[in-house]
T-cell receptor
Framework: SAVISQKPSRDICQRGTSLTIQCQVD?????MFWYRQQPGQSLTLIAT?????????ESGFVIDKFPISRPNLTFSTLTVSNMSPEDSSIYLC?????????FGDGTRLSIL | DQQVKQNSPSLSVQEGRISILNCDYT??????FLWYKKYPAEGPTFLIS?????DKNEDGRFTVFLNKSAKHLSLHIVPSQPGDSAVYFC?????????FGPGTRLSVLP
């Protein structure tokens, strides 16, 4: 199964700033995804990261707030823009060639 | 509207006994189901899956049962071990995307 590395593992940010989270996969995967896990809740899909084209966003998530890049098959970034305390969550990257998806350890983000 | 439900937020089981975690779904288009285990400060780890053409899949101590007519699946862990203490997420898919349940926190008591 793919090994997925995310960084940073955690960060504390000021309101109104932006943070970019990086996700690196150790083998080529077909699909890469970004999820959010808010405190006490389950994983919610933000978007599917598409190689070389715009990400596909789920309802409730927009590109201006969560711009995503995927320049090649093994790397993707998620930016959380203009952060507010409501954005405090764990952000997780996942990848799959065929099912199932495998996850990174996540980025724990706190906004003051 | 939750498409995947795990109605027990927590479960405590004695070491050596069976743990049964339940999951219900509403979308009849789901055809692939998975269980993930999550420890604190780590990402979810894939445990076991089942496609809708089967009603049972077994892997060591872990067995997943699927009842399509009831839109219900369950994960059985036997025997339960203290290292199994974690949050367990049920997930369902009708394509490439997964929908996750809210999770059940399992505590296995020594």
């Amino acid at each position: 199964s793919a090994v997925i590395s995310q960084k940073p593992s955690r960060d504390i940010c000021q309101r109104g700033t932006s943070l970019t989270i990086q996700c690196q996969v150790d083998s080529q995967v077909t699909m890469m995804f970004w999820y959010r896990q808010q405190p006490g809740q389950s994983l919610t899909l933000i978007a599917t990261a598409n190689q070389g084209s715009e990400a596909t966003y789920e309802s409730g998530f927009v590109i201006d707030k969560f711009p995503i890049s995927r320049p090649n098959l093994t790397f993707s970034t998620l930016t959380v823009s203009n952060m507010s305390p409501e954005d405090s969550s764990i952000y997780l990257c996942s990848g799959s060639r065929n099912q199932p998806q495998h996850f990174g350890d996540g980025t724990r983000l706190s906004i003051l | 509207d939750q498409q995947v439900k795990q109605n027990s937020p927590s479960l405590s089981v004695q070491e050596g006994r069976i743990s049964i975690l339940n999951c219900d779904y509403t979308n009849s288009m789901f055809d692939y189901f998975l269980w993930y285990k999550k420890y604190p400060a780590e990402g979810p780890t894939f445990l076991i899956s089942i496609s809708s053409i089967k009603d049972k899949n077994e892997d060591g101590r872990f067995t997943v049962f699927l009842n399509k007519s009831a839109k219900h699946l369950s994960l059985h862990i036997v025997p339960s071990q203290p290292g199994d203490s974690a949050v367990y997420f049920c997930a369902a898919s009708g394509g490439q995307n997964f929908v996750f349940g809210p999770g059940t926190r399992l505590s296995v008591l020594p």
